[in-house]
């Protein structure tokens, strides 16, 4: 049982370069989510996805796009890359999206150049 | 607008020596508070749900407890393993978001 596991581990990228993050999750959870971790912020929510084909923005969604291929996987897409994007990405998942509680995967820290 | 705010940001205790960690909450109706405790370069590891005020939740040297208007994390006799950051998140109860707090940082000395 893996719980929540992310891929890749790191990645440099450089300015307008794209790329998708991959999440994918096996305890059946039905509700999955995106943050960015930078210093001093905190745990800022990108977006996320209640159910199965559904998705919707959180804080700070701008530049990027998601995808919920289906109940176990949920990918964030970078269409062309800022250096404001640096940052380290989590993604967790929860039984449902309300007062559960949610599940970190082990992070993605991307550096754009 | 709905806030966390964690206090303090840093926070060294000799092995042995007891605490707290607050967490104060601004949000439109609490529908649940959450503790996590995150390690240099892993994910969040969740702790406790607190729901309601007056709620405690304990495992092992911590406890959490849970007001109207912030949440404490209790840490009886620290032990060097317990260094790490703690964080707070909120839901509130209209919109699906948590938000979380920037945390506390823990550090225990043998």
């Known amino acids: 049982n893996a719980g929540v596991t992310q891929t890749p581990k790191f990645q440099v990228l450089k300015t307008g370069q794209s790329m998708t993050l991959q999440c994918a999750q096996d305890?059946?959870?039905?509700?999955m989510y995106w943050y960015r971790q930078d210093p001093g912020m905190g745990l800022r929510l990108i977006y996320y996805?209640?159910?199965?084909?559904?998705?919707d923005k959180g804080e700070v969604p701008n530049g990027y796009n998601v995808s919920r291929l289906n109940k176990r996987e949920f990918s964030l897409r970078l269409e062309s890359a800022a250096p404001s994007q640096t940052s380290v990405y989590f993604c967790?998942?929860?039984?449902?999206?309300?007062?559960?509680?949610?599940?970190f995967g082990p992070g993605t820290r991307l550096l754009v150049l | 607008e709905d806030q966390v705010t964690q206090s303090p940001e840093a926070l060294r205790l000799q092995e042995g020596e007891s605490s707290s960690l607050n967490c104060s909450y601004t949000v439109s109706g609490l529908r649940g508070l959450f503790w996590y405790r995150q390690d240099p370069g892993k994910g969040p590891e969740f702790l406790f749900t607190l729901y309601s005020a007056g709620e405690e939740k304990e495992k092992e040297r911590l406890k959490a407890t849970l007001t109207k208007k912030e949440s404490f994390l209790h840490i009886t006799a620290p032990k060097p393993e317990d260094s790490a950051t703690y964080l707070c998140a909120v839901q509130a109860r209209t919109g699906n978001q948590f938000y979380f707090g920037t945390g506390t940082s823990l550090t225990v000395i043998p």
């Open positions: 305890m059946n959870h039905n509700s």
């Open positions: 996805s209640a159910s199965e084909g559904t998705t």
């Open positions: 967790a998942s929860s039984r449902q999206v309300n007062q559960e509680t949610q599940y």
